[in-house]
């Protein structure tokens, strides 16, 4: 998965790309869901007319 970079605002307007462990998904996710995580973007698409 390729890295997002973000753009901080609430400081300084400087970029911050997450390390590896700020990208990890933990094991947790899916024990609490009770099934595997999804991709940010299936929630984007089936949510995006709410915040039309």
């Known amino acids: ?9 609430s400081h300084d307007g400087r ?6 462990s700020e990208q990890r998904i933990s094991p947790d996710v899916a024990e609490v869901l ?3 995580p999804r ?4 929630w984007a698409t089936r949510t995006i007319a709410a915040f039309r």
């Open 39 to 42: 991709p940010f973007a299936d």
């Open 1 to 9: 998965m390729a890295a997002a970079v973000l753009l901080d605002r």
């Open 34 to 36: 009770g099934r595997p």
């Open 15 to 20: 970029t911050y790309e997450p390390t590896n």
